[in-house]
């Protein structure tokens, strides 16, 4: 283990954590409001980031597979902890729920302890956004550059000699890559922003709903979320840029430097768009009757398909009270997410492309047992053995992930609906879930311990299990 290495790119995170935390600094000062939460957060990292990076000066810089997993699992632990350190100091939170907020922003799960959010300081909402627009673009710099290195549970798919999401499409240099992709990041939410400002939003809160819907987030400066403002306008705005998050990052820049061919023929986006679109018709079938607004339950219906399939979790209805179907249909988006190399969370598409496809192959050689099996493609390429175990260890270790979950939140006396809910919404990095999780409920009743608990789901799920995990197994710290 190079501890130096680890330590050194640990302290610049905190560096950096601290530096951003001047942003609610300068928004307190402007909107009147108490400086001191921020200013104190951001010299609490920078005192511990400063030390630490400028003590540790490693002459092997390079990142292997077990500093890779050591650096990116503690940087969002305590990317957590610090980012928490705001909610405590403005008197919002105690320190569980502060965590617990932390993790849901930089994880962009959205779940939320806060009770009474159209009271809360405009400063500490602006940074309780900027944690999730944080972790949005840092998960897709983790999935593009950091995720091949580590080959996490079948995303080799993401190395040079496979088609469909990979870096090789922008550059072999990994700080280009992370480069270019905050630049289209930057120019999504900068055009959001537009976008909302001329919908009738005020600048402040289109700003805020920009960061929480590029990176799926969710979180919401209105108690009822998106529901609170009432216009179809806005709504529709957010359904594209929704969408938008939950699409592989390297497309979008591929369509900025107008490559749509490439764009067009992805599998992925194709089997993405046709999952959009088919759970919003069969929302739609459940919920519609004679007489009945046509455009007004379509774009309601696309509306929470798109949020949850994406895991961005804004609501402008109580899908709790919605016909079984509607239910039934939103629970399955809850696991499926959106594409690799997006914001979104989920198992993701590719994954699930790609089991079919195996599924599929598996039952062809079940009927014709003589007959020479043909080998699982993707995007016309064949998907290596490899990337085919990591595939199924993903799928198994996210399964055994949700069981565990929910069996402890259900052995904290919640009902089975609210247990199985949790597990998804927080493993899933989804937001809102069902029974005393709704879309307009929040987590503050869960005790302190299972608040932490669903903080350490929702990292996992961010960071694809398999990176939270391999920390816990003995044979990752012996030499």
Known sequence: MNALLVSNLLGWLLIGLGTVQLVPVVAAALLGESVLPYAASAVAALAFGLPVALATRPTDRR?????????????????????ALPYQLAGVLPAPDAIFEAASGFTTTGST??????????ALLLWRSMTQWLGGMGIIVFAIAVMPLLGVGGMQLFKAEMPGPVASKLTPRVAETARRLWMVYLGLTVAESVCLVLAGMSPFEAVCHSFT????????????????????????????FMTLGGVNFVLHYQVITGRISEVLRDGELRYYAAILLGAATL???????????????????????????????YATADFEVWP?????VLLQLMILGGMAGSTAGGVK???????????SSALIHQLHPQAVSKPVRFDGVRVHDDVMAGIWTF?????????????????????????????LTTVGNVGPGLGEIGPYDHFAHFPSHLKLIL??????GRLEIFTVVVLFHPEFWRR
């Open 324 to 328: 079984g179907l509607a239910i039934l």
């Open 63 to 83: 990142l292997r597979a077990r500093e890779g997993f050591l650096v990116v699992g503690m940087a969002w632990f305590l990317a957590s902890l610090f980012g």
């Open 213 to 240: 819907t590029l990176s799926t987030g969710g979180f919401s400066t209105r108690n009822s979320s998106i529901g609170a403002f009432g216009s179809p306008l806005i709504e529709w705005i957010l359904i594209v």
């Open 113 to 122: 302890t806060m009770q009474h959010i159209e009271g809360t300081p405009r």
């Open 283 to 313: 929302v739609f079938a459940a919920l519609w009757s004679p007489g009945r607004d046509v455009l007004a339950f379509a774009r309601t219906s696309l509306f929470q398909v798109v949020s949850l399939a994406t895991t961005t979790g």
């Open 455 to 460: 903080a350490l789901a929702m990292i996992a």
């Open 349 to 359: 598409s590719l994954r699930t492309l790609i089991g079919l496809k195996a599924l």
């Open 395 to 423: 799928f198994t270790a996210y399964a055994l992930i949700l069981l565990v979950v929910a069996a402890l939140v259900a052995a904290a006396g919640y009902d089975v609906l609210t247990a199985i809910s949790a597990a």
